[in-house]
């Protein structure tokens, strides 16, 4: 590699990731109990005058939940499209999404929690992705990609069935308000414990898809290939599987539905640093962080009554997408 | 390297066998693959290559082989570069990364290959031609004692089919095993040996004896005077 496109393959993803965390301190000094980010920076040492401290210790968990989610869900997404070598794989390709959905619409019925509701939603999310990988173990199929889209699809679908039974029999005047506005998405309840529980499944998920790095490239050319380059193909798939869909059961769970982050993150991230799995998810991640971010930002700026994120991020997601690809085809 | 040997292996899949085979092939032999479509070259191949699981006897080689598709069959969007160098991960399957010592001799193999001013350009944007140097150039990285090539010929135009075969040969001239099945005879017949492969049986032989006009006539059920597949004079 010459040093001019090296020097571009390293800078780019750590100037994202840079950028992503420039994006955060801009949002905590605008708007309500605003600080300078040099306070901040202070708060964040313990040396913050108080005023520092109170915007970060209330606007602080709930900034941190929007990036992981940001980051986690186009993570995931960048993941899946390389292993299904598929642009339109997204994170809630093995029905990760439907199966939180319904763990928090059950948990919701029952009464729960906010703390309970988010791991009813982890739990579910998980259960639906191992249902799909599982259901795609068991069919002797000679395209595993296939095998693993339908059974995501049945594993979705399954879940949504579910799902609409919790609504249909939820009370409609306090339980069905909570289920809907759960589904729609929102960073509001992240409490610091939330955000960082998030945080801790998201970081060992993004360790192994980034770890797995130029073999995420190897099993994207297929299983043939990546055993004839002495990969072991099958358990490694279903680890960089396993991994993304881990990170996007944490995003779901604090956030609920947010859907365009993993379709939009990874397509901009492809249009700056290429297709190499190592350098395409964390710049990835970095670009789902700041989209969430500026998302939930236009959450709150209009007026007292919130926004759902995952209204905003459909409104703006959709139509960016559609640029992005207008923009990509054109290129090429 | 001890070279490749089979013994009594029936290769095939559910509904297809081929006869058991017993065959030792020495480092540094290119053997050449004949037979009609549907025959078994792939599924030879493949079992070869340890991609299917032999029905019953066994295949011994040196080291893990090299397998490459047909041209065309490998797609990826990253860069060609990149590409050659992935021929390193047997060695690298655990560690971090690849390694600039990899990127350097990913280089090198372009460069031997002559197709170095493409290491920059995403592999899907290159032709046919130029992808089949590009991956035999991944062979050279990948250094594996035994390469299984599925019509490494096809799709491919004189020129680089010719390159094509000049690449094949300086990867046996380093000691490599190579089995190549292909339709274009005219290769088969440059080849050290020719396994023919048809319903009826299996032969091997010196491309002399394998690649007469009865033979020819035989597998393939046409009357030529050339290759069935351009015409071209054998041998």
């Not at chain 2, 090299?66 to 060695?91: D, E, I, K």
């Not at chain 2, 088969?188 to 319903?199: E, G, K, N, Q, Y």
């Not at chain 2, 032989?205 to 059920?221: K, Q, S």
Request: net charge neutral.
């Amino acid at each position: 590699m010459d040093p001019l496109s090296r020097l571009r393959a390293t800078l780019l993803p750590t100037g994202l990731v840079l950028l992503a965390l420039a994006g955060a301190l801009a949002v905590l000094a605008t708007g309500p109990l605003a600080a300078t980010p040099d306070a901040l920076l202070a708060a964040m040492i313990g040396r913050g005058a108080p005023e520092a401290e109170l915007a970060l210790a209330l606007r602080g968990p709930r900034l941190l939940a929007a990036l992981t989610c940001g980051a986690a869900l186009a993570g995931a997404g960048a993941g899946f499209q390389i292993l299904f070598r598929n642009p339109l794989a997204s994170p809630d390709l093995l029905g990760v999404s439907s199966g939180a959905g319904l763990g928090a619409a059950v948990a919701l019925l029952l009464g729960a929690g906010a703390a309970l509701v988010q791991g009813a939603a982890f739990v579910g999310g998980l259960a639906a992705g191992a249902l799909a990988l599982a259901c795609a173990a068991l069919t002797r199929s000679g395209d595993d990609r296939l095998a693993l889209i339908l059974c995501g699809i049945v594993a979705g679908a399954l879940a949504s069935a579910g799902l609409g039974l919790v609504v249909v029999v939820a009370e409609p005047y306090s339980q069905l308000p909570s289920i809907t506005y759960w589904l729609l998405g929102s960073f509001t309840r992240a409490t610091l414990t939330e955000a960082v529980g998030a945080l801790v499944p998201v970081g060992l998920g993004a360790g192994v898809l980034i770890w797995l790095g130029f073999r995420l490239d190897i099993l994207s050319l297929g299983d043939e290939q990546a055993r004839s380059l002495g990969l072991p193909a099958r358990p490694m798939r279903l680890l960089a599987l396993a991994a993304a869909a881990l990170m996007t059961s944490s995003a779901v769970a604090v956030a609920g539905v947010v859907g365009w982050i993993g379709l939009l993150g990874p397509h901009a991230a492809r249009l700056i640093v290429g297709e190499q799995a190592g350098r395409l998810i964390p710049a990835a991640m970095s670009i789902g962080a700041i989209f969430a971010l500026v998302i939930d930002r236009l959450a709150t700026a209009f007026g007292p009554s919130e926004i759902p994120v995952g209204l905003l991020s459909a409104a703006i997601g959709a139509p960016a997408f559609l640029m992005l690809f207008v923009a990509t085809s054109r290129r090429s | 390297m001890s070279g490749l040997r089979l013994e009594g292996l029936v290769a095939g899949r559910r509904g297809f066998r081929l006869p058991p085979l017993d065959l030792t092939v020495a480092p540094g032999e290119v053997l050449a693959l004949i037979g009609p479509n549907g025959a078994g070259k792939t599924t030879l191949l493949k079992t070869l290559a340890g991609l299917l699981p032999p029905m019953a006897g066994t295949v011994v080689h040196a080291g893990a082989p090299a397998w490459l598709p047909p041209p065309g069959a490998v797609s990826a969007g990253f860069s060609t570069l990149h590409l050659t160098a992935l021929g390193r991960a047997p060695l690298r399957r655990w560690s971090p990364g690849l390694t600039a010592e990899d990127i350097g001799t990913a280089r090198a193999a372009l460069a031997r290959l002559d197709v170095d001013d493409l290491a920059d350009r995403p592999f899907n944007r290159l032709s046919s031609g130029q992808q089949q140097l590009v991956l035999i150039a991944r062979l050279f990285v990948q250094d594996a004692p035994v390469c299984l090539l599925d019509e490494p010929l096809a799709l491919l135009d004189p020129a680089h089919a010719r390159a094509v075969e000049t690449a094949i040969r300086a990867l046996a001239a380093e000691g490599r095993i190579v089995v190549a099945s292909t339709h274009h005879l005219p290769f088969a017949a440059r080849c050290d040996r020719v396994l023919a492969i048809s319903p009826d049986g299996m032969e091997v032989e010196p491309p002399v004896r394998a690649l007469t006009p009865d033979r020819v006539r035989a597998l393939f059920g046409v009357e030529v005077t050339g290759c069935p597949c351009c015409g071209q004079a054998l041998g």
